[in-house]
C-alpha cells in the first residue's frame, strides 16, 4: 500500500472522485502544509493556520500508479487559479501536491510542467516536501459517499459540475 497527499480546494469534492477509483484503498479528509498541530476545520477555512485542505489517499500500486492519480487530479481541479478552487477562496483552497520521496517530487514537477508547456499558462499547483498530515473531524470523512444529494449540489453550487437540465 503507498499513499499520496492532494489539496484540491473543497476536501469532500476532489475526495469524492477519487473513492470512485479502481485502486484506490482510501480517502481521508484532512489537513497539510500548516505548521500548528491538529488544526480544527473552523481555523483552516479562516485562514489562520496556514494548513490547505488535503486528501490522503491509500492506493495499491499493483492496480493504479501515482503518476495517475497525478494526472487524474489535474484533471478534476482549475490549476490556472491561484487563489483557491472554484468558490473556496484562500490559502486553505489552493492546490498542492505534498511529496513523500523523490519520485514522487520528479512526477508532480513533471505533470506541472507538461500542463504549462500544452497550455501556455502558469500552473498554480504546489509541489511541496510532506510534512505532516492531521485527519479532519468524522463528518467530513467520505462525505460524497454519506450524503450523495448534498455532495452534488456542492459540485454544482462550487462550479465544478454543470448542473443537468
Not at 14 to 34: A, D, K, N, W
Amino acid at each position: 500500500m503507498k499513499e499520496a497527499y492532494f489539496a484540491g480546494g473543497c476536501f469532500w469534492c476532489i475526495g469524492g472522485f477519487f473513492e470512485q477509483m479502481e485502486g484506490v484503498l482510501s480517502v481521508t479528509s484532512g489537513y497539510s502544509g500548516g505548521d500548528e498541530d491538529a488544526p480544527s476545520y473552523e481555523d483552516v477555512k479562516a485562514q489562520r493556520t496556514g494548513h490547505r485542505e488535503t486528501i490522503k489517499i491509500e492506493y495499491d500500486e499493483s492496480k493504479i500508479g501515482y503518476r495517475e492519480l497525478l494526472d487524474f487530479f489535474a484533471a478534476n481541479v482549475d490549476p490556472f487559479d491561484g487563489g483557491g478552487q472554484f468558490i473556496d477562496r484562500g490559502r486553505s483552497y489552493t492546490l498542492a501536491v505534498y511529496y513523500t520521496d523523490g519520485a514522487q517530487k520528479k512526477d508532480a514537477q513533471e505533470v506541472v510542467k507538461r500542463i504549462e508547456d500544452e497550455s501556455g499558462r502558469e500552473v498554480f499547483i504546489a509541489v511541496e516536501p510532506f510534512k505532516s498530515f492531521f485527519e479532519a473531524e468524522n463528518h467530513h470523512q467520505h462525505y460524497s459517499l454519506r450524503h450523495p444529494e448534498e455532495f452534488e449540489k456542492e459540485l454544482v453550487e462550487s462550479g465544478r459540475k454543470e448542473e443537468k437540465k
